[in-house]
């Protein structure tokens, strides 16, 4: 798919797509569009309720195999939660306690999502908008992307939950660098760190990220999804895992056409035709 920089990615509008929070279904991808670009992507609490719907029109699509993460534009990514709606939405504890209920469910929803998904990052990723790449499986960024997390220059305590995935992405002293000093990291850093999978240039972004969502798109759907569970359980306390449905996916995995397709293609040294069942 080839699109300008500005404009959103052609396809379907998915249910619970919002003038700001876009979902647009183009087989096998889709598109999660963060679309506030006069104000670098800010999350509004609308576009944070719009989110699980978006995510879950992709998850009940069978067409849709990969979902990619974007900010309209070429300034930002996502520049964090906007912060024009703080008094509004933010100014009591009571307030807080629903907006990061809110912004919670939002980013759990992704980081649940059955299907890999990919953050896409152009310019800015701040705050809100690191801890919604740090939810997706894989991130790859353009090399002018800035990373931070200004939580100690705004006065806020940053959840458990993000504090955790990045830690464990990142490590706990390299954590501490980025939530200790606000300070914004490049593309370059953010590699070394671990926070980013691959930096390319700019021009290449939307190329080279359509080739690896086309390139995971062709893959056994039912071996990515027993993968992406193992991978998400190995990386809770060992209380937490479910194991049962780890074990429960890596054998319908087995027991699936798409596995004997694979044997038949690999024997007919052709490439395989995988339906996800």
Known sequence: MKFDAAALPTGETVPGSTSKLVGVAAPPIGWLVFNNPERRNAVSVDMWKAIPEVMRAFTDDDRIRVIILMGAGDKAFVSGADISEFEKTRSTAEDNAVF??????????????????????????????????????????????????????????????????????????????????????????????????????????EQHVVALANEIAANAPLSIRAAKLAIDNAMRDPADRDLAAVDAAVASAMGSEDFREGSRAFLEKRRPDFRGA
Do not use: W
């Not at 801890?131 to 940053?158: H, K, Q, S």
């Not at 955790?164 to 990291?185: C, E, I, M, Q, S």
């Open 100 to 205: 990061r209920k809110q912004s919670g469910a939002a980013g759990a929803t992704i980081a649940r999502s059955v299907k890999p998904t990919i953050a896409m990052i152009r310019g800015a990723c701040i705050g809100g908008g690191l801890a919604t790449a740090l939810n997706c499986d894989l991130r790859v960024a353009e090399a002018g992307a800035r990373f931070a997390i200004p939580a100690a220059r705004l006065g806020i305590g940053y959840p458990f939950a993000g504090v955790a995935r990045l830690a464990a992405l990142v490590g706990p002293a390299n954590a501490k660098a980025l939530l200790y000093t606000a300070r914004h990291f490049g593309a370059t850093d953010a590699r070394a760190m671990g926070l980013v999978n691959e930096v390319v240039d700019a021009s290449a972004l």
